[in-house]
């Protein structure tokens, strides 16, 4: 059977249209390695910082947060920095609680909010965490690579970055 020349027309148009929306196989094989590291990354790290500082990745990408803030940092205001999903938010702070590493405190001028401020037990374990997610980042991430390998990476992320973080829903825009 043979197509028309509006037919076959059609249907080059639809693969061109097709070509435009799908990405080139190189791309696809940029982002399943990004992909693929970035999740291995992550697993590796969150392991190396519960062994080494008896806390997981959620726990320490809160405490970072709080680092700078001595007066504290709103609930929701801590919920929308964090880099994790604010699923289980209250439950990883109620944990940070309970072991002494935050507290919970209620402003006198505004009796509404939370503050969550880190405890000087928080900081000494902040510290800690630091130096051997510092030494994981390097192990596993940095030594890897070139001076210019880390600019283009940087480069690169620095624009996904800009695309990509005002698209989270609940998150600081910026």
Do not use: C
């Not at 002494?100 to 939370?114: F, Q």
């Not at 001076?147 to 620095?158: G, I, M, N, Q, W």
């Amino acid at each position: 059977m043979q197509l028309s020349i509006e037919e076959q027309l059609h249907s080059e148009l639809s693969q061109d249209e097709r070509s435009l929306s799908t990405p080139t196989p190189e791309r696809l094989t940029s982002w399943r390695l990004y992909f693929e590291s970035a999740l291995a990354l992550m697993s590796v790290l969150d392991a190396e910082l519960e062994r080494d500082a008896g806390i997981p990745m959620r726990s320490y990408d809160v405490l970072v947060h709080l680092e700078d803030a001595r007066d504290g940092v709103r609930m929701n205001e801590l919920a929308e920095r964090i880099l994790y999903s604010k699923s289980g938010f209250t439950r990883v702070v109620d944990r940070l609680e309970a072991e002494g590493l935050v507290r919970r405190v209620r402003p006198e001028n505004d009796r509404r909010s939370i503050l969550v401020v880190l405890t000087e037990q928080g900081r000494e374990l902040l510290e800690r965490a630091r130096a051997s997610h510092r030494r994981s980042i390097e192990q596993h991430f940095a030594r890897h690579l070139s001076d210019a390998d880390v600019k283009a990476l940087t480069r690169a992320l620095e624009k996904l970055s800009a695309h990509v973080r005002p698209l989270r829903p609940g998150r600081v825009r910026g």
